[in-house]
């Protein structure tokens, strides 16, 4: 059965022999275009190869993660992740291994309010769409702006009020916890995104014009002096 998994990171690999080794699996998989540069699912473009880079500019791939460990053994840089049809499942990797303790489910059990100004640059994106998602979300269950962020049972008598409503306020949910969670683990591995932007937004740029969709530029993930 095949499942989506969203993608966003950069990594490296330190020697030639690791990166054709990347390539000659991705090409297996039928991961890579004619060209050889990109990485596609279902005939999208959302991924390139820059030597000795891969770069993911939050793209969605199908069935990926199952090569999750021998595509990014030995790597440096980061990775964020998470399945996007149905599972609210993800997590962080840090030099080609997942952070213990920073599962996605979990992490909603200790959501705290975020502080801004404790946030990289380059987290501006994910920081105001989880204040637009949580804003919404509020309006929704009625609740006043300082309320505690709500756990997820908390939706649950919605379904049976009204089950457009009670999707509504799970998308809603699910996206401000997710944007939450990258705000965390973004200032928590800052010293690790910061030299990698530059190449990041080289290969986001590159899809962007290849593909020619305009929406996906995120646009926040700026160099940082």
Same mark, same amino acid.
């Given at each position: 059965?095949?499942q989506y998994?969203?993608?966003d990171?950069?990594?490296? +690999?330190p =020697?030639?022999?690791? !990166?054709?080794?990347?390539?000659a699996?991705?090409?297996k998989?039928?991961y890579l275009?004619?060209?050889?540069q +990109?990485?596609t699912?279902?005939g999208?473009?959302s991924g390139v190869i820059?030597e000795p880079?891969l770069?993911?500019p939050?793209?969605i791939?199908?069935?990926?993660? @199952?090569?999750t460990?021998?595509l990014l053994?030995? =790597?440096?840089? #980061?990775?964020? #992740?998470?399945? =996007?049809?149905g599972d609210?499942?993800g997590?962080?990797?840090?030099n080609?291994?997942?952070?213990e303790?920073r599962?996605l489910? $979990? +992490? =909603?059990?200790?959501?705290v309010?975020?502080?801004?100004?404790t946030?990289?640059?380059f987290a $501006?994106?994910? !920081?105001q769409s989880?204040?637009w998602?949580?804003?919404q979300?509020?309006?929704?269950l009625g609740?006043e702006?300082?309320?505690?962020?709500?756990?997820r049972?908390?939706?649950?008598?919605? +379904?049976?009020?009204?089950p457009?409503l009670?999707? $509504?306020?799970?998308t809603? #949910?699910?996206?401000a916890?997710l944007?939450?969670?990258?705000?965390?683990l973004?200032?928590?591995?800052?010293?690790?995104i910061?030299?990698?932007?530059?190449? @990041?937004n080289y290969?986001r740029d590159?899809?962007l014009?290849?593909i020619?969709?305009p929406c996906?530029?995120?646009g926040?993930k700026?160099d $940082?002096?």
């Amino acid at each position: 059965m095949s499942q989506y998994v969203m993608w966003d990171g950069v990594v490296r +690999y330190p =020697t030639t022999v690791q !990166f054709e080794a990347a390539k000659a699996l991705l090409s297996k998989h039928g991961y890579l275009d004619d060209t050889q540069q +990109y990485i596609t699912t279902d005939g999208d473009h959302s991924g390139v190869i820059i030597e000795p880079y891969l770069v993911f500019p939050y793209g969605i791939y199908r069935n990926i993660h @199952y090569l999750t460990d021998e595509l990014l053994r030995g =790597t440096d840089g #980061w990775l964020q #992740w998470h399945i =996007t049809d149905g599972d609210f499942i993800g997590g962080f990797m840090v030099n080609g291994a997942e952070l213990e303790g920073r599962d996605l489910f $979990e +992490y =909603t059990k200790e959501l705290v309010p975020l502080d801004v100004g404790t946030l990289p640059a380059f987290a $501006e994106y994910d !920081f105001q769409s989880y204040k637009w998602n949580q804003q919404q979300l509020y309006k929704v269950l009625g609740l006043e702006p300082e309320a505690p962020f709500p756990e997820r049972e908390q939706l649950e008598p919605l +379904y049976n009020q009204d089950p457009y409503l009670y999707s $509504e306020a799970c998308t809603l #949910w699910s996206d401000a916890v997710l944007h939450h969670f990258r705000c965390t683990l973004f200032r928590e591995y800052a010293s690790i995104i910061r030299p990698t932007l530059s190449v @990041y937004n080289y290969g986001r740029d590159l899809v962007l014009r290849h593909i020619k969709v305009p929406c996906l530029n995120r646009g926040a993930k700026g160099d $940082e002096a």
